[in-house]
Each structure stands twice: as structure tokens, then as C-alpha cells.
């Protein structure tokens, strides 16, 4: 059957479109914002960087499977997107440690909160045989966003020199507008249904057995490996800015960069994905981050080293990011849809949050080099490993 893009998968991505336009344009300036005008550690960034990767664990698979019990996925999406947009009044007033790692909780929160019901409604309008396409072609509209973000960051700071409480007003902007388009526009799709609660048992009353599905434990296990060697980007550009010194106002353009190719391979790598199998893709991906470690770590610079440093880190989340959730819906049934995506992205966040902060430290220990070297030692392993771990990893070629 021809591809077809459903106008609730255009409507959820114009939604995180103008949402990551929101975020992006704050997580461009953070590392600077922390470790240069706030004058802390690469510790502290470390923290708050992980807090920004895995605080929105917290709450992705109570938000997933109150979606599937609720029927209603909207609602706990608007919730969530509104927590975030209520986050960024306090960057507006935030000027320590302990009040911006506050402020990222609040904001990942939202995120954890938003995204697995926001996924269970791409899947539920999605064509099946074009699922990981479908989810491309929304991950290409929420990097339009998440280009522009870092880009209008960079302008601000071009024309205003350390005007990042412009940026924060600019980001509580575009948050608003987000919550609004989901608000008024996106129809309000039931997902699996509501369950009539037992004699004797609360009505969201939780148990881990909704994840024992086959293949889905295998998925966790093996993204959770993946995970905990997967450092953030801003200490992948904050190693590229100390490895060639150039001008802090420069910065935010490294966002710019990753997101463009993010953009512009999302739709290809969803589409490669239904057609030669999610579990390879997923993998591949990972083996361009790792090449991606070993350009950071080589003593080479110059523009065509960052400049390829930037391609493949867009790679790795092109062939990564909406095949994850396209994987684990695969493996889920449908009245556990929303459940199973949050546990795929809940175990990859709380990973991803231990390794930003143990990265941070290392770097503090080892110096910038010497810590991404050995974080690629680490993932080339995990790499290995996966591919006999991942349902799927080693099929043939036309099976998924």
C-alpha cells in the first residue's frame, strides 16, 4: 500500500516541532551557560546534563500505562508538554546549581510524561507497514525544531553577548504555542481502552508483568546496555570546542548541525528500517556514535573533523530514536502499547542519565581525550554484544 502520512502524525510533529524549537535552543546553551558563566565544574554539568538525559524516567512508564488504561493518550501528553512549558518561566529566575537542576527536572519530567502517550497515538494512525516510516517522517518535523532551536540561539547570543535570558524567554515562547496546537488541534484518539477495575484491586494499581512480552525484555536489556555508553552531546561539544578553542557564540551551531542531519536522514533511515529490519538499523546506529567517539578522541581538529563528528552523531539519532519506539511497539500488543514504548525509552533515559553523570566525572579524572576514548572502548563492546542480544539483530534482509 502507498505511504500516507496521517494529519495526526502531521499535527504531533508541527506539536514537538515548535516544542523543540523550545528546548533546543535552552540545551544549546546550557554547557556554556553552566560551565562559563555559572563558573561550575564539569561535574555539576555532568549532573545536570544527566538529569536532562534520564530524569524523565521518573514517570515514562506510569505515564505510558496510565495512557493505555485511561484510553486517552492526549490528555496525559498535554499534561506533560504543559509541565514543561510552566519549567521554563524558571530559567527566567534560575542562577545556581541547585535551582537549573531543579528547573531540567521539572522540564524532563514533562518529557517523560509526553512522549510515550505522543508515540502510541503515531502508532495507532500510523499504516503498520510503515511504521518506522511514519515515525521518521515526525522525527523529521520535531528536528526541523530542534535545528532551528540552536540556530536562534546563535543569533541571540551573536547579537546580544551573554543574552541567555533572552534565549529563555524566546524558549517559554515557542512552549507555549506547543501546548496550544496539541490543545486545540490534535483530536483526542482513544488507545486500547479503559479496564474495569477488580474486586479488592486500585484501578491503577501497577505490575511489572505487563512487560513480560517475548522479545520486549531482550530489547531492554540490550538498549540498556547501549545506554549506559552513550554520553550526552554537550560533552561531545564541549570536547570538540576544548579540543580546536573556537569562539563560545559557535557554540549552539554544533546543535545546529547534528539536527540538521538528524532532519534530513530521519524519513531514509525509518524507511530502510521497515524494509530491512529495526534491530539492524538500531545497531548501526550505534556503530556510527562509536565512530563518532573515536573522531572526538583523535588529536586531528579542523573544521572537517567537528564537521564529521556533527554527520554521524545525527546518523546515530536518525537510526535510533523513532526505530526504538517503532521496535517496542512491535513487541508490545496493543492494549499495552503505550506501556511497552515508555519502557524502552525509560530504561534508555535512566542508562543515558549514569553515564552523563560517570562521564563527567572521568573527564574531571582522565581529561576530555582520554574519557571519550574509553567511553568508545566500552560502547564498541556493547555493540558486540547486542547484536546477539537484539530480537532480530542478525535476520535476513526483508524481515523486521
Given at each position: 500500500m502507498p505511504f500516507r502520512l496521517s494529519p495526526v502524525i502531521l499535527w504531533l510533529g508541527?506539536?514537538?516541532m515548535v516544542t523543540d524549537v523550545s528546548s533546543e535552543s535552552v540545551t544549546a546553551i546550557l554547557p556554556l551557560y553552566v560551565t562559563g558563566f555559572l563558573g561550575l565544574s564539569t561535574i555539576a554539568f555532568g549532573f545536570i546534563d544527566g538529569i536532562n538525559q534520564g530524569a524523565s524516567a521518573i514517570v515514562r512508564i506510569a505515564a505510558g500505562w496510565a495512557a493505555d488504561r485511561s484510553g486517552h493518550p492526549k490528555r496525559i501528553a498535554l499534561a506533560g508538554y504543559g509541565l514543561s512549558m510552566l519549567a521554563r518561566i524558571g530559567f527566567l529566575f534560575a542562577g545556581g546549581f541547585w535551582a537549573i537542576a531543579a528547573i531540567v527536572t521539572g522540564d524532563r519530567i514533562g518529557k517523560g510524561i509526553r512522549t510515550a502517550p505522543r508515540d502510541a497515538l503515531i502508532t495507532v494512525s500510523a499504516q503498520p507497514e510503515h511504521l518506522a516510516r511514519s515515525f521518521g517522517m515526525h522525527r523529521m518535523l520535531d528536528n526541523i525544531g530542534a535545528a532551528a532551536g540552536p540556530l536562534i540561539a546563535f543569533v541571540v547570543l551573536l547579537i546580544i553577548p551573554n543574552g541567555f535570558s533572552t534565549v529563555f524567554v524566546v524558549s517559554l515562547a515557542f512552549a507555549t504555542v506547543g501546548v496550544a496546537v496539541l490543545g486545540l488541534v490534535v483530536p483526542d484518539l482513544r488507545v486500547g481502552g479503559v479496564q474495569e477495575p477488580q474486586p479488592g484491586r486500585r484501578l491503577f494499581a501497577f505490575s511489572w508483568s505487563h512487560l513480560k512480552e517475548p522479545g520486549l525484555g531482550r530489547l531492554?536489556?540490550?538498549?540498556g546496555l547501549l545506554g549506559l555508553v552513550t554520553i550526552?552531546?554537550?560533552?561531545?561539544?564541549?570536547?570538540?570546542?576544548?579540543?580546536?578553542?573556537?569562539?563560545?557564540?559557535?557554540?549552539?551551531?554544533?546543535?545546529v548541525g547534528t539536527n540538521v542531519v538528524f532532519l534530513v536522514l530521519a524519513v531514509p533511515m525509518g524507511r530502510l528500517a521497515d524494509r530491512w529490519g529495526k534491530a539492524p538499523v538500531f545497531i548501526g546506529g550505534h556503530a556510527a556514535l562509536l565512530a563518532c567517539y573515536v573522531l572526538a578522541a583523535a588529536p586531528l581538529g579542523g573544521l572537517w573533523a567537528t564537521a564529521s563528528c556533527l554527520v554521524l552523531l545525527g546518523a546515530f539519532y536518525a537510526a535510533t530514536d523513532g526505530v526504538l519506539a517503532a521496535l517496542a511497539s512491535q513487541l508490545t500488543p496493543k492494549d499495552k502499547l503505550a506501556t511497552g514504548i515508555a519502557s524502552a525509552q525509560t530504561v534508555v533515559a535512566l542508562t543515558r542519565m549514569a553515564a552523563s553523570a560517570g562521564f563527567g566525572v572521568l573527564w574531571y579524572a582522565v581529561g576530555a581525550s582520554g574519557a571519550v576514548l574509553l567511553a568508545g572502548v566500552l560502547l564498541a563492546a556493547a555493540v558486540v554484544a547486542v547484536i546477539f542480544i537484539l530480537p532480530g539483530a542478525r535476520s535476513r534482509p526483508g524481515s523486521a
Open positions: 508541527i506539536v514537538s531492554l536489556i540490550g538498549s550526552g552531546d554537550g560533552f561531545i561539544y564541549l570536547v570538540l570546542q576544548n579540543r580546536d578553542s573556537f569562539a563560545v557564540q559557535w557554540f549552539p551551531l554544533l546543535f
